[in-house]
């Protein structure tokens, strides 16, 4: 049996993540969980999961509503209350940055972490790998394209390749022209073609954000160098990535889109499990197609890289300042273009130094939510 910690159990991962867990009742136990916001749901959870700590954001004291075995936390940083004792893996779904407060939390309390968090690596991944290795912790991914790479490894991370080819699926946006881009909403980049997702990653899928943040994911989960990861559109979001071995040999994962893949494989490899998937049907499919990212209408995604190249506090910086830009956006208050401005400028305006500790990475994220909110007039 093994007892999971669920950190943001109310968004789309942490809500897949039960639907396992109620499927696998001899596999799986919910030891604790900490949620965001959604009240009625996280009563519905505690009800149905019972764990032995819960957690929520806002500030409301529920102590009345909860099983009487429930130790109770609410307020915003409650949720490392639910990194408990007695966990085997720790479950990081929780949205953006403060997502690797939590990560170093469960790597200092020694905790194994099945990580969907993946800003958690894009602004501070030279830390949190040193800090787990130092500590024996071992980080699996729940990121369809990292799952894929992995299960191509033979579930090693060790294993020699030439390169990685994370697929992308090109997101919401990824037939308008240059002309119809300008005038895009935020009701537009929510319709992902083959994903169903969050709203903020469903957002960084539209402006390839989110594909800049896997490759320097994929950086440091697989210990290797930017020139060796590949991105290549692909519609369909059959493949979910591949890797090329030195003698050209070429391995892929396929399977139809879902996150229980991932999630089962996070908490349970090398075992797999029946997570309920059709067979590919291969004739009805009939192609499979790639194509090479438009820089010209995603810009976002080289200057992400860009920052992450540079390396020290700057992906940081492109972070937080990206994660103020869709918010701006999803609250419909600035445009798809502004996101990209808002990036950039920040990065131009900072002169941080290379100093990665918590300290200067939070310093780095709320000057770039700052940089935006001035920026945009907000
Ligand atoms: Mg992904």
Known sequence: MKKIALIGSTGSIGRQTLSVVRKNPDKFEIVSLAAGNNVGEFLAQVSEFKPKVATIGAT????????????????EDAYLNAIVSDADVVVVALVGFKGIIAVLDAIEKGKDI?????ESLVVGG???????????????????????????????????FNKLIL???????????????????????????????????????????????????????????????????????????????????????LSYPTMELPICLALNYPERISVGLKSLDFASLRSLTFEEIDHKRFPCFNLVLQAAKEGGLFPAVANGANEEAVKLFL?????????YKSIY?????????????????TEADAFARKYVRDLNGV
Not at 66 to 74: A, I, K, Y
Not at 229 to 242: A, E, G, K, L, T
Request: with cysteine; glycine share 8%; net charge negative.
């Open 60 to 75: 409301e004291n529920l102590k009345d509503k909860l099983p009487l075995e429930t130790e109770f936390f609410c307020g």
């Open 114 to 118: 099945a990580l969907a968090t993946k």
């Open 126 to 160: 030279e830390l949190v790998i040193q800090k787990a290795r130092e500590k024996g912790v071992k980080i699996t991914p729940i990121d369809s394209e990292h799952s894929a790479i992995w299960q191509a490894l033979g579930f090693d991370f060790d294993t020699p």
């Open 167 to 253: 697929t992308c699926s090109g997101g919401a946006f990824r037939d308008m022209s240059e002309e119809q881009l300008k005038t895009v909403t935020a009701a537009d980049a929510l319709k992902h073609p083959n994903w169903n997702m969050g709203a903020k990653i469903t957002v960084d899928c539209a402006t390839l954000v989110n594909k800049a943040f896997e490759v320097i994911e994929a950086k440091w989960l697989y210990n290797t160098s930017f020139d060796k990861i590949d991105v290549i559109i692909h519609r369909q979001s059959i493949i979910h990535s591949m890797v090329e071995f030195v003698d050209g040999a070429v391995m892929a994962q």
């Open 331 to 339: 609250e419909n208050r600035i445009g798809y273009g502004d996101i």
């Open 345 to 361: 400028g920040a990065l131009q305006s900072f002169d941080g130094g290379h100093h990665v500790h918590i300290e200067e990475l």
